[in-house]
């Protein structure tokens, strides 16, 4: 059976197919949910597809900033993304970095449509995605601080904050979150989340935190922030608390105060 439903995007643009796909809309988009799932002698057809037309992607990632259609192109673009070839695809090219972007939309439903795409491309193939982290930790984590972490948006620090420790808390990580809790820009931005009014984004920033605490080899100047600011972050520490009791969030906490009380300049 062929995949006939991708030959759209040879003539999507033109105005005929795009009056067509928007009131078939929600049709197309289950049929290509659908497809990523179907098998020809154990062959997922859709993978070996993508693979021979890859620039298919190109048209959908820039779906995100039709405000029409762009929640109908992320649930394709994410049903696409589950290949994995696809996805190092999307990672490899400049499209990764328009996330940084349609993140902070101020269509509300679009932005977390990207988000949760974002979240998907960077958690779901590992493999793909340690290599691709490797690669490009400088430019990546610079953005990902300066775009996310630090935006005036409440809704995107909170999103990226738990991606992080998401991806760093990933064993599949391992080498990157080394390199990340090595970093003293990394970790002012952690002690400035520490003290957001938000519960939330506290005890995710907390999770993260921790690894720059737990890191056996600790660069000095880590050591030295950490040695200068012992007394706020101790009282930081102490008003961080979940909701609800959590023996596994005290036990982390307990230890991660006693080695900050430890640590000598």
């Given at each position: ?27 197309a ?6 497809l ?8 997922l057809?859709a ?47 400049q ?14 439903d ?5 988000a ?42 909170r ?12 064993r ?21 989340l ?15 935190f ?56």
């Amino acid at each position: 059976m062929k995949i006939s439903i991708f030959r759209y995007k040879k003539n999507l643009k033109d105005e005929g197919s795009m009056r067509l796909l928007k009131f078939r809309r929600k049709d197309a988009t289950q049929v290509v949910a659908n497809l990523q799932r179907q098998q020809v002698n154990s062959r997922l057809i859709a993978s070996d597809y993508l693979e021979s037309n890859i620039d298919l992607m190109d048209f959908l990632v820039d779906g995100f900033e039709n405000t029409d259609m762009a929640l109908h192109y992320g649930t394709m673009f994410r049903e696409c993304i589950r290949h994995q070839i696809v996805a190092k695809y999307v990672l490899d090219s400049q499209h990764v970095k328009k996330f940084f972007y349609y993140i902070q939309l101020p269509n509300f439903d679009i932005a977390a449509d990207a988000a949760a795409t974002f979240k998907e491309l960077l958690t779901r193939h590992k493999s793909t995605v340690a290599e691709f982290l490797t690669k490009n930790e400088d430019w990546f984590f610079a953005d990902y601080n300066s775009k996310l972490l630090e935006s005036s948006n409440y809704i995107t620090r909170r999103q990226a904050i738990k991606l992080l420790g998401d991806i760093l808390l990933d064993r599949s990580n391992s080498v990157v979150m080394t390199k990340y809790v090595s970093s003293m820009d990394h970790l002012r931005i952690l002690m400035n989340l520490l003290r957001e009014s938000s519960k939330t984004i506290q005890i995710d920033a907390f999770h993260v935190f921790k690894l720059f605490v737990a890191n056996q080899r600790k660069p000095s100047d880590i050591i030295n922030i950490l040695v200068a600011n012992k007394n706020k972050l101790l009282r930081l520490l102490a008003d961080v608390k979940p909701d609800k009791e959590d023996e596994s969030f005290e036990a982390d906490k307990a230890q991660v105060v006693r080695e900050i009380v430890s640590l000598k300049p």
